[in-house]
T-cell receptor
């Protein structure tokens, strides 16, 4: 069974600074997807970024980027120019296609401080 | 607007009183799923459906039922709710197409309290 570990329960960052959230996973699969979801105080689950394991290039979405290290089974999220609206719980998730459940880490609570 | 909707958003009920949480998506997605979120445990899958009339158990199915009579709807049924089912529930859907990155999109969540 796959497992996802987020080793940082809480983090904080100053506004406009850069922060990196860690995620490691364990799997014997070679083809899979990885995701970062954001859950703000509204409790909505919002997709931040996704990465296909077969792609060597790291995914980027505006201020969000990942560092995907397949051999090390590591999938960290970097948030650049942090904004107050980035304050949220961030979940790393793994999925083996097709149509299997998302396996979530326990989350990292990020606070952006003015 | 493409979205997953859930109703109700908040519900307080008593032990044993049957309830249904509805989930609907307007994206023609084949795959739909229910998760529950509990402090310290993260999100865990309850049930999923790969298409109409096809449902299967997830990691924590006990005490829940689902049905998929139409592609767009995937209701979650608690026949006899108990206090340990107090949780935040999410419905999610995805294309279900194996050739594409199969991203799951989540509804807004339903906060259920069973007294």
């Amino acid at each position: 069974a796959q497992t996802v570990t987020q080793s940082q329960p809480e983090m904080s960052v100053q506004e406009a600074e850069t922060v990196t959230l860690s995620c490691t996973y364990d799997t014997s699969e070679s083809n899979y997807y990885l995701f970062w979801y954001k859950q703000p105080p509204s409790r909505q689950m919002i997709l931040v970024i996704r990465q296909e394991a077969y792609k060597q290039q790291n995914a980027t979405e505006n201020r969000f980027s990942v560092n995907f290290q397949k051999a090390a089974k590591s999938f960290s999220l970097k948030i650049s120019d942090s904004q107050l609206g980035d304050t949220a719980m961030y979940f790393c998730a793994f999925m083996k296609p097709p149509n299997t459940p998302l396996v979530f880490g326990k989350g990292t609570r990020l606070s952006v401080i003015a | 607007e493409a979205q997953v909707t859930q109703n109700p958003r908040y519900l307080i009920t008593v032990t044993g009183k049957k309830l249904t949480v509805t989930c609907s998506q307007n994206m023609n997605h084949e795959y739909m799923s229910w998760y529950r979120q509990d402090p310290g445990l993260g999100l865990r899958q309850i049930y999923y459906s790969m298409n109409v009339e096809v449902t299967d158990k997830g990691d924590v199915p006990e005490g829940y039922k689902v049905s998929r009579k139409e592609k767009r709807n995937f209701p979650l049924i608690l026949e006899s709710p108990s206090p340990n089912q107090t949780s935040l529930y999410f419905c999610a859907s995805s294309l279900g197409n194996t050739r594409l990155t199969d991203t799951q999109y989540f509804g807004p969540g339903t906060r259920l309290t069973v007294l």
